[in-house]
């Protein structure tokens, strides 16, 4: 032992190897997402505060609200956030309803076929949207497998127009964010004691009771959680849109990838993406607040 | 009387769960399906029912160079990143489940932050930034293949850094203590407590953040130079053009290499317990 560890006692120099240790753990995964995610997003939101010149295609430096005013001024782009809303509120709680059976089998299942039905509920969320989205191509297009059929078994004329519509790009949102609602409803719902459910079943509950009494406020965190993760990633949703809306169809994700690229317009798409956040992480916080009173006074109950 | 009704009732209650089930499985799998089946229909315009069946579009992928090409780029980032986000993540999860301090929980937060972000802002984002010091510094950033790693190291360790603080946390911190106590330097009690425990959190990190990193696509929409672009991008543009059976066996190759990267994982760690 050193001298000066000697007159700082045993203990202080422990204490400061840990100081040290933790640094030197955590700074360097610290140093590098804030280098390289928060001074992006730092730099992004100072643009969207400039100005642009659209003739020259220029952007020139000022401190002004004006990209911001423009958007929820222009009935343009207020119609383009509000589908999006929409769109995501819908995906959302169709994800809820399918996704909660799913997510009850899964999680009581004693089935050795299990991990099976685990992995065919992930590997779509690993094969890539885009892909996804040709699936529903070739079922939806004009001689697609739908129209096809429904031709043949002469309940339509003419081919349903369902591509590049908006219900297009619901039923392929739906099919993306699903998987992460019966992830995220699976885990909670295995760590609800089975013998609850067989308590109130015994007291002569018909399921319907026993979901409602029960299994629905004792799951209402992963409800919450679940509920949020698919709105977060509906609102964020760029290749569904893309692909199964055709260019006409317009919801935010693509919008900041149009402005950027086609425009050239850095500041008003730097705006449109803080909007985006922003009215993500607002209406969240509001979902969080409305389930939490509605836990609270059923409890009360 | 009652009881065999209640009985009854409980039964039409678990058929009906049961085939709800089966519907929203089938809902989700429903596209993977069909783009299989097209990738073996003997026409090139997806119509049904097909005209007959072919395995000739599998050969025509290695005639399109811009598969290929995609595929290998994307590869060598998702490797990349992967590694240098477990370098990065593995200590960074370890002192934020081991030690306590005042900021833990934002920071925390912020090596978690970068999965809520979404993926068009995090390309914009970084494409800026890329525009900044390329201006500041004068040396090329943009669109270079270590500008588009350091991206994808950035949505890589949010899943090592969650998934390994999950299987640290179940570990018992008196075996390192023992471990310490018998005489091994921190180092070796890492290398010989620790690690083994936590395998099954690294292995699920390392799959999750590369199949995250493989398959990213809004973000890297921004970070791709001219003329190389990741497997995600050549299979968007593609698909903005046209659908047809070729990009369907590409489709094809992708979900088998992913299916059996996911059978192998969950050999080693029960998929179940991580996710």
Not at chain 1, 75 to 87: F, G, H, N
Not at chain 2, 10 to 18: C, E, K, P
Request: charged residues 15%.
């Amino acid at each position: 032992m050193t001298d000066t560890a000697l007159a700082h006692g045993p203990v202080a120099e422990r204490r400061r190897g840990e100081g040290l240790t933790a640094t030197a753990l955590l700074a360097p995964a610290t140093i590098f997402v804030a280098l390289c995610l928060l001074a992006p997003l730092v730099i992004l939101f100072r643009y969207s505060l400039n100005e642009f010149i659209p003739t020259k295609k220029m952007m020139v430096e000022a401190v002004t609200v004006a990209n911001y005013v423009k958007f929820f001024t222009d009935p343009y782009y207020t119609a383009i956030l509000l589908t999006t809303v929409r769109v995501s509120v819908t995906v959302t709680l169709a994800c809820l309803i399918l996704g909660f059976p799913l997510a009850y089998v899964v999680a009581r299942t004693q089935s050795r076929f299990k991990n099976l039905l685990i992995i065919l509920t992930v590997l779509p969320l690993f094969v890539g949207n885009a892909v996804r989205a040709a699936g529903w191509m070739t079922i939806f297009g004009n001689k697609g497998f739908l129209n096809t059929t429904l031709q043949w078994l002469g309940l339509i004329d003419k081919p349903l127009e369902i591509m590049f519509t908006e219900k297009a790009v619901i039923i392929g949102i739906i099919a993306v964010n699903l998987p992460f609602m019966v992830l995220t409803l699976q885990s909670v719902i295995e760590g609800i004691d089975r013998a609850v459910e067989e308590a109130a079943f015994s007291l002569g509950a018909p399921p319907i009771t026993m979901f409602r009494r029960v299994l629905w406020p004792l799951a209402l965190p992963g409800i919450l959680a679940g509920t949020i993760l698919t709105f977060i990633l509906a609102m964020n949703a760029y290749a569904t849109p893309f692909l199964l809306g055709g260019p006409l169809f317009k919801m935010m994700a693509p919008l900041v990838y149009n402005q950027f690229t086609q425009q050239s317009n850095w500041p008003f798409g730097g705006a449109i993406a803080f909007i985006l956040m922003a009215v993500t992480l607002v209406l969240t916080l509001a979902a969080n607040l409305l389930f939490q009173r509605r836990a609270r006074s059923d409890l009360g109950r | 009387m009652a009881e065999a009704l209640a009985v009854i009732r409980r039964r039409a209650g678990r058929w009906a769960l049961n085939g709800a089930a089966t519907l929203a499985l089938a809902y989700i799998l429903l596209p993977l399906i069909f783009v299989i089946w097209l990738a073996f229909f003997r026409q090139e315009i997806p119509s049904f029912p097909p005209e007959g069946y072919s395995l000739k579009w599998f050969a025509a992928i290695l005639d399109q160079r811009k598969f290929v090409d995609g595929f290998s780029l994307s590869f060598e980032v998702g490797v990349l990143a992967t590694a240098i986000g477990l370098a990065l993540g593995v200590p960074a999860a370890l002192c934020l489940v081991r030690y306590n301090f005042t900021w833990r929980g934002p920071l925390a937060n912020l090596l978690l932050l970068p999965v809520v972000v979404p993926g068009v802002v995090l390309g914009t984002a970084m494409y800026v930034f890329h525009v900044e010091v390329e201006n500041g510094l004068d040396v090329d950033v943009l669109g270079t293949f270590y500008a588009l790693v350091s991206g994808h190291i950035v949505i890589v360790i949010p899943w090592v850094v969650r998934l390994v603080t999950a299987s640290l946390s179940g570990v018992d911190r008196a075996t390192e203590e023992a471990a310490q106590n018998l005489g091994a330097n921190p180092w070796v009690t890492f290398w010989r407590i620790t690690l083994p425990a936590i395998r099954p959190g690294i292995v699920a990190g390392a799959l999750f953040g590369f199949v995250t990193s493989f398959g990213n696509l809004e973000m890297s929409l921004f970070l791709v130079g001219p003329g190389r672009t990741t497997l995600p991008i050549v299979i968007l543009q593609y698909l903005e053009w046209k659908i047809d059976p070729t990009i369907a066996a590409v489709s094809v190759v992708q979900i088998l290499l992913i299916g059996t990267a996911m059978l192998i994982t969950d050999r080693y760690v029960k998929l179940s317990r991580v996710i």
